[in-house]
């Protein structure tokens, strides 16, 4: 089954405001991935946040992570039409694999 | 540089028939990972190469799927009599040994269709 539970499933918003998406996930984990996936295709690697790490940034997105909750979340500050997409977290733990997700579909409206 | 490739980039098959999937990692990357993706779904493992050790094989659906990999680079996974549930797209990614727990690089997949 799915480690991953992302919420929500669908977000639409205008450009220029702000998207925040949610993972939450079942056991220990040593780092936690978030993913872009355009038009059902292949995914790009976002950020990496470790499991001692409670926040992250890089550019307009920023991570925080709390192991407590099991759970993250993605924010996008001042997003734009090409940040439609869908986003994935995807935690990597014991089992020596990524687990993904759901996803949350983003779109963005100029 | 040149980024996982995969082909074909869509498949059309009959009910029954049987498909391989072929995935080029990136040169170098030693672990290699093949997944599906349902429609409207998140990433489902399927299977996992590390160099020379015995892959983790432990999220093929059933007997039908099968993966190899040749010579350390080239991978095809095959399913055999295929079954409409198998349609998805099937994706690919590679990393380096020691950064397969940091990222994983993706290809674009092959969106598989199973009439």
């Known amino acids: 089954s799915q480690q991953g539970e992302e919420d929500p499933q669908a977000l639409s918003i205008q450009e220029g405001e702000n998207a925040t998406m949610n993972c939450s996930y079942k056991t220990s984990i040593n780092n936690l991935q978030w993913y872009r996936q355009n038009s059902g295709r292949g995914l790009v690697h976002l950020i990496l946040?470790?499991?001692?790490?409670r926040e992250k940034h890089s550019g307009r997105l920023r991570v925080t992570l709390d192991t407590s909750k099991k759970s993250s979340s993605l924010l996008i500050t001042a997003s734009r039409a090409a940040d439609t997409a869908s986003y994935f977290c995807?935690?990597?733990?014991?089992?020596?694999?990524?687990?993904f997700g759901q996803g949350t579909t983003l779109q963005v409206k100029p | 540089g040149a980024g996982v490739s995969q082909s074909p980039s869509n498949k059309v098959t009959e009910k029954g028939k049987d498909v391989e999937l072929r995935c080029d990692p990136i040169s170098g990357h030693t672990a290699l990972y093949w997944y599906r993706q349902s429609l409207g779904q998140g990433l489902e493992f399927l299977i996992y190469?590390?160099?020379?050790?015995?892959?983790?094989k432990s999220g093929l659906p059933s007997d039908r799927f099968s993966a190899e990999r040749t010579g350390g680079s080239v991978s095809t996974l095959t399913i055999q009599r295929t079954q409409q549930e198998d349609s998805a797209v099937y994706l690919c990614?590679?990393?380096?040994?020691?950064?397969?727990?940091?990222?994983?690089?993706f290809g674009p997949g092959t969106r598989l269709t199973v009439l």
């Open positions: 190469f590390q160099g020379n050790s015995a892959p983790d």
């Open positions: 990614a590679s990393s380096p040994r020691d950064r397969a727990r940091h990222e994983q690089f």
């Open positions: 946040i470790r499991s001692n790490e």
């Open positions: 995807a935690t990597w733990g014991n089992t020596g694999k990524l687990i």
